[in-house]
C-alpha cells in the first residue's frame, strides 16, 4: 500500500479522497493472479450453490397444482 496519500496515482487518490476504502484493493493485489482466481472460484461456487437452494426453497414452497 503506498504509504501516503500524495503518493497515489490520481484515480486513488480521488477515489481515496471521495471516502472510498481501498483496503480491498490492496488486499486483493497482495495475491497472486492463482490466488485470486482460486477466491473467484470459491465465491462463484457458493453463488451457485445459494441459487440452487433459492430454487428449491421456492419450488418447496410452490403451491401443488392438483386441485
Not at 25 to 53: D, G, Q, S, V
Amino acid at each position: 500500500m503506498p504509504e501516503t496519500q500524495n503518493s497515489l496515482p490520481p484515480a486513488l487518490k480521488r477515489a481515496s479522497e471521495e471516502g472510498i476504502d481501498l483496503s480491498q484493493l490492496y488486499e486483493r493485489m497482495a495475491l497472486t493472479p492463482t490466488e485470486r482466481l482460486r477466491k473467484h472460484f470459491r465465491m462463484a461456487a457458493a453463488i451457485h450453490e445459494l441459487r440452487k437452494a433459492a430454487q428449491r426453497n421456492r419450488d418447496r414452497n410452490r403451491p401443488s397444482e392438483t386441485a
